[in-house]
């Protein structure tokens, strides 16, 4: 024989108080304006106004993703680079930030893996052409054991135009992985003078196609 059922309960009611609300609506506006998981390490909207600018020029960048560079990747919503940090070919700490002003393609490269070995002449022959006080390719080795095989490699290839850096820690790599950018190698962003991401890509590029120089130059504008 079944037991009776019970009798319906009435809902208890929760009393939230009004330091626990604004609380709760703050996160919820945290979240509604991007302020968590974005490039730039989980900033708040305080720095959407440093890329209303980038905001505005990826539209016109997206359709030029295409031929040798169909792979880049444009954001709807440009967001502040991480801050990352690497050497110089005289051993002095360099930072992004030092590069601000300035439109940057920052590659990150070894002498191991052979698809950044390929794209080194490309990415040299786009400094050549296009570098300038507003423009310039960074390109940054994380090579950790031989330091002098990056320097030797790009002298063999006769890569003259190109500074050298260098990040023997590889931390810049780890940095950008922990923003969602850098999944393996070679990994290039675009940069824009604010320091505000306008593209990306994981792999290798043709950097000295037509396509890739015009989605450059769009960039520059």
Known sequence: MSNPPEPPRTPRKIAVGPLVLA?????????AFGGFGN???????????QCKAAAAKVASLK???????????VPDRPA????????????EAVTLAA?????????????????????????????????????????????QRNLEKPRQFLEEIKVTHLAYYADPSAKIFQDLKAAGRAFGMPTTLLIDAQGCELAYIAGPAEWASPEALAFVRAALK
């Open 23 to 31: 609380l709760i609506l703050a996160v919820a506006s945290l979240y």
């Open 39 to 49: 490039l730039s390490g989980g900033k708040t909207v305080a720095n959407a106004g």
């Open 63 to 73: 359709p030029l993703a295409k031929g040798e560079v169909a792979a880049l990747q």
């Open 80 to 91: 502040p680079v991480v801050s990352l940090s690497f050497f110089n070919a005289k051993g």
């Open 99 to 143: 590069f601000r002003g300035r439109t940057v393609l920052l590659n990150l490269w070894a002498t191991w893996c052979v698809p950044c070995r390929k794209e080194m002449p490309a990415l040299d022959a786009v400094q050549a052409e296009l570098g300038s006080k507003n423009f310039e390719v960074v390109a940054v080795s994380i090579d």
